[in-house]
């Protein structure tokens, strides 16, 4: 079974936020002056998210990533996930991740199967890494990274998100990582989330500005297939590298023709696209009730108001007002 969108992409791959909690506040993401939490009544409990995963599946879903907020502070999600994994016709459940409970939580997370890992990382720097996050928890992220390496994790991502003048200089550092280790090094373009008033066309560092800068320290990088990506990511790697450098370019090359996401929020919306605060709510329905025919009418029914592309270059203020830690990176 198939689920094909009103523009005819393919919707395979849930994006399932499991909290809006947060053990960091990065400026972009959860602004400190923003810190307003859902009410833990209002959040879906684990047994409702698996009755929509469990609708969702047999009509086409069969990747699911386990994001947030910070996915691993919500109490349970190991389980949550060892649930998920029984539900037959998934083919993929990933984690999305700040790092700073990986070290303790690495063998709970390859017990309960994941192992195909995204790690924020903004800086190598810990004075700046606390800075942008306000937490003193860069050496915990950096010892989990370790951890998940020495455990065989594969693949491992770090995600970072230039902004220019706050860790732009970083960018070469960055990638010298994937020259003596696996990992694969993605720079994913500042979008305009949140009413972001830090976000400016300028702030902005675009996929081909970091790739110059990579260039000019390490040479013409060399194009890299990875097996069976489907992803947003544009793949290279330094000749001789043993890691990968990606490139996510949502603002200056967007990938909407080939967006395959549908997002399930916290609080129990779907949303169909990132940079649009078009939603359905699912949880009202759920919980006054409704049968399972109903849910997937809903699913369905986000398929058709999916917007076939985002907005951002024409209108960046109307994007998405909701936060990112309230929606699920
Ligand atoms: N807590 C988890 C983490 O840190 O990976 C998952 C959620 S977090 C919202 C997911 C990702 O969204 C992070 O990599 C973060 O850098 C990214 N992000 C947040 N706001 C963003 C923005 N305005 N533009 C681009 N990426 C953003």
Not at 48 to 58: G, S
Not at 221 to 240: C, E, H, R, T, W
């Amino acid at each position: 079974m198939s689920l094909k969108d009103h523009s005819n992409r393919t919707i395979d791959y849930l994006r399932i936020s499991v909290t809006d909690r947060c053990n960091l506040s990065c400026a972009y993401c959860k602004p400190r002056s923003q810190v307003k939490m859902t009410p833990h009544q209002e959040i879906l409990r684990y047994e409702e998210m698996l009755r929509i995963v469990r609708i969702a599946v047999p009509l086409g879903i069969s990747h699911i990533r386990i994001t947030g907020g910070e996915p691993l502070v919500r109490r349970g999600v190991l389980g949550f996930i060892a649930k998920l994994r029984e539900v037959e016709g998934i083919e993929d459940i990933s984690l999305t991740t700040n790092g700073v409970l990986l070290g303790e939580m690495c063998q709970g997370l390859r017990d309960a199967g994941i192992s195909r890992l995204n790690i924020s990382l903004d800086s190598l720097k810990p004075e700046r890494f606390r800075e942008i996050t306000g937490s003193d928890a860069w050496d915990l992220v950096w010892q989990g990274i370790a951890r998940v390496e020495e455990a065989g994790f594969s693949p491992i991502k770090i995600n970072m998100v230039p902004v220019k003048g706050v860790n732009d200089d970083e960018i070469a550092d960055f990638a010298r990582m994937t020259l003596d280790r696996r990992l694969h090094v993605r720079f994913i373009e500042f979008m305009p989330i949140g009413a972001n008033d830090r976000w400016h066309t300028e702030a902005c560092v675009t996929s081909d500005r970091v790739r110059d800068i990579i260039e000019r320290e390490f040479g013409p990088l060399v194009p890299f297939m990875a097996k069976g990506s489907a992803g947003p990511s544009d793949n290279y790697q330094i000749p001789g590298g043993r890691g990968v450098i990606g490139f996510i370019s949502p603002i200056s090359k967007h990938f909407c023709a080939s967006c395959r996401r549908l997002r399930l929020t916290a609080d129990g919306r779907i949303r169909p696209c990132l940079l649009s605060d078009t939603e359905i709510d699912i949880k009202s329905p759920m919980r006054g009730g409704c049968s399972d025919e109903e849910l997937e009418r809903l699913l369905r029914f986000s398929l058709e108001i999916k917007p076939e592309r985002h907005y951002v270059s024409e209108n960046p203020a109307a994007c998405s007002q909701r936060i990112m830690s309230r929606i699920g990176g």
